[in-house]
């Protein structure tokens, strides 16, 4: 009876080990969850960029344009041929002003996304350190009940807390 009693801190040890897996599965599966946005939003950010430098390129075209349709001006002798140049370099620098104003608003989008992305990472790497905490206090749990030491066992669970902190702050983001 008395060596039932002493191993009855066993029983904690398993209902423990068991919270303590559940956690770390669910950890695992949200940071992984977080990986696959964040991969996701990198992709996006860098079509943002790739259609921000087309339209620098697009843009670069046409002023090359509006500057070859100026040297046309200047050698232009017929005032109809001039008026007709310059109706052409007005629609350019229209062009080029829309050019301008696509990029801001692409280059804004693409910031974002980088935003979007450093949150996402915090929480992912949140649940990667709280997974990581959670199998160090499971391995201990398993070799405090295999070897009979509670101390193991409650030194696991002091590190099983604070996997529970950072699996908290994988969702929350408290700190």
């Not at 669910?26 to 939003?41: C, P």
Request: charged share 20%.
């Amino acid at each position: 009876m008395a060596a039932e009693a002493q191993e009855s801190w066993i029983k904690w040890v398993a209902l423990t080990t068991t919270i303590l897996a559940v956690c770390a599965a669910i950890g695992s599966l949200k940071g992984g969850g977080y990986s696959t946005q964040v991969q996701l939003m990198t992709t996006q950010e860098n079509n943002k960029w790739s259609y921000f430098q087309s339209k620098s390129i697009k843009q670069h075209v046409t002023e090359m344009e509006r500057d070859l349709l100026g040297l046309e001006l200047v050698k232009a002798n017929d005032p109809a041929l001039k008026q007709e140049v310059q109706v052409k370099i007005k629609a350019v620098e229209d062009s080029i002003t829309r050019y301008d104003n696509e990029k801001a608003a692409i280059k804004t989008e693409a910031e974002q996304l980088s935003s979007k992305q450093g949150e996402l990472k915090r929480h992912g790497g949140n649940f990667g350190l709280a997974v990581m905490f959670f199998q160090i206090a499971i391995m201990l749990s398993a070799i405090g009940s295999l070897l009979k030491q509670r101390s193991a066992w409650l030194c696991g669970l002091f590190i099983g807390i604070a996997g529970f902190v950072y699996f908290l702050n994988g969702f929350f983001l408290f700190f």
